[in-house]
């Protein structure tokens, strides 16, 4: 009887072990190596710009960041650090006030307390939010719903200094906000930036995509195919992919490549609205939105979603991408010949004021090769290219 009974208990063990072996189970996903790899990358691109030029806007950055609150995740305890040092740094805003609206930016996926605090104080303008301490896609509505009410803010659904500032003072009574009314009067609700054109010519090889361009949301390339080139990774991914003109294209200057002895590997191309989108999101929650956007670009203002770029790297620094590509034999082999296939380095070294991007030496356009020769030999961009400068 006693043996029955430890055989039962057995069994019941071992179908414990296999139950809870199993819902831990699962290979992660390959997707989110790749959410991780691109904040990597986008990181130390962030640490060199610190570093390397601190214009007034990085000093602004840097400022934000030295904000204890800027910090996105808070518990309980934090919270009251933020609130008594944010009192010796920061006398224009009073305890008051912090009492009513965090401080720092919050963006879709954060949550916690700050976020609850903004979701009561947006209710109290009439928005009708659930307070879970959730930033999800309805709040994100309301916030872009109170951003498109005045014209000096961003309608980008991230809750920042200049957001906060306006909804303390419709709070206050100063401004007058009505909920429902922003996005409805603004027909541009896919629009992040107020002064950006919807792409006319999406599918142009051509095609110019930038912070002022942006592709529509709509807009997903035809004839996506996986170029027959090497990758580091051996997952079928989508950012594998590339238009079938761009994708013969980079074959053609992978295989000279290997003629000249140089091991190129392709790293990342097409990415759909939707992962831009999540990306930025990512990258905004971790660095703040301003940082955010020096390095790593908005749903419909990356060219990846074209099907026209690739960025590639070499085996020398990790299959990583960053500036030190430009110094390995693959880098400098890219900067010499990409134009012969079609393509440019599209964020050059010191064109940042046009292009809106950091040097980017391994992000690659396919632009065809006449306009690759002239923008290449002629030292210019892409935005001065099309402008007939
Ligand atoms: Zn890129």
Request: proline share 4%.
């Amino acid at each position: 009887m006693s043996n029955k009974k430890e055989l039962l208990l057995i069994i019941i063990s071992l179908l414990c072990l296999f139950l809870t072996a199993c819902s831990q189970g699962g290979s992660p996903e390959p997707t989110d190596e790749f959410d991780q790899e691109e904040t990597t990358e986008n990181s130390e691109e962030t640490k060199e710009n610190t570093e390397d030029n601190k214009s007034d806007k990085d000093k602004k950055e840097e400022t934000e960041k030295d904000k204890p609150s800027s910090d996105q995740k808070n518990n309980d305890s934090s919270e009251k650090q933020d609130d008594s040092s944010d009192k010796q740094k920061n006398e224009d805003d009073g305890s008051a006030n912090e009492k009513i609206l965090p401080v720092g930016t919050l963006s879709h996926g954060d949550s916690g307390q700050k976020v609850s605090m903004m979701q009561k104080a947006l209710n109290r303008l009439g928005y009708s939010l659930t307070v879970d301490g959730d930033l999800g896609w309805t709040t994100v509505w309301a916030i872009k719903d109170f951003q498109a009410q005045f014209p000096n803010l961003k309608i980008d659904g991230v809750y920042g200094k200049n957001t906060r500032e306006y909804i303390l003072k419709a709070v206050n009574g100063e401004i007058e906000a009505k909920p429902g009314t922003g996005l409805e009067n603004n027909d541009t609700e896919d629009n992040n930036e107020k002064n950006s054109n919807i792409v006319s010519n999406p599918s142009s090889i051509l095609a110019l995509v930038n912070k002022n361009n942006q592709l529509p949301a709509s807009y997903v390339p035809k004839n996506l195919t996986n170029p027959n080139v090497r990758f580091p990774f051996t997952e079928d991914l989508p950012k594998k992919q590339m238009r079938q003109v761009a994708a013969n294209a980079l074959e053609n200057m992978f295989n000279a490549g290997d003629k000249a002895g140089v091991d190129l590997f392709a790293q990342s191309g097409y990415r759909s609205y939707d992962r831009q989108r999540a990306i930025f999101a990512a990258n905004a929650s971790e660095h703040g939105h301003e940082a955010a956007n020096q390095f790593s670009a908005q749903a419909g203002e990356s060219e990846h979603q074209t099907g026209l770029t690739m960025d590639v790297t070499s085996a020398d620094i990790n299959y990583r991408l960053n500036t030190n590509f430009a110094n390995t034999d693959e880098g400098e082999w890219v900067k010499k010949h990409a134009s012969e296939y079609g393509f440019i380095i599209r964020y050059p070294k010191g064109k940042t004021s046009i292009t809106g991007y950091q040097y980017e030496p391994w992000h690659l356009r396919y632009v065809g090769e006449k306009a690759a020769k002239y923008i290449d030999s002629n030292n210019t961009t892409l935005e001065q290219y099309l402008s007939g400068q």
